[in-house]
């Protein structure tokens, strides 16, 4: 899935924190529904935590070419 740009394994309450980009919150929902379709019978919780302000990122993304993907070719 392109949508999916890093995936950590955690300690603590959760066990994974995946970093997703899309257009808009129901692109999102496809993701989402589409990862908790692919573990079914295992019931999955999740939580979302948008980014409101990127503080510090060690790994520079073009988030440009990224979102190219998601537009429509002409």
């Not at 899935?1 to 309450?13: Q, R, S, T």
């Not at 908790?36 to 993304?61: A, D, F, H």
Request: charged share 30%.
């Amino acid at each position: 899935m392109p949508e999916i740009i890093e995936c950590d394994a955690v300690l603590g309450d959760i066990d994974y924190i995946l970093k997703i980009v899309s257009r808009n919150i129901e692109d999102y929902q496809i993701v989402i529904e589409s990862l908790l379709n692919q573990c079914q019978p295992i019931e999955i919780e999740y939580k979302t935590l948008p980014v409101s302000k990127s503080v510090k990122e060690l790994n520079q993304i073009d988030v440009h070419e990224i979102i190219k993907r998601f537009l429509p070719t002409k």
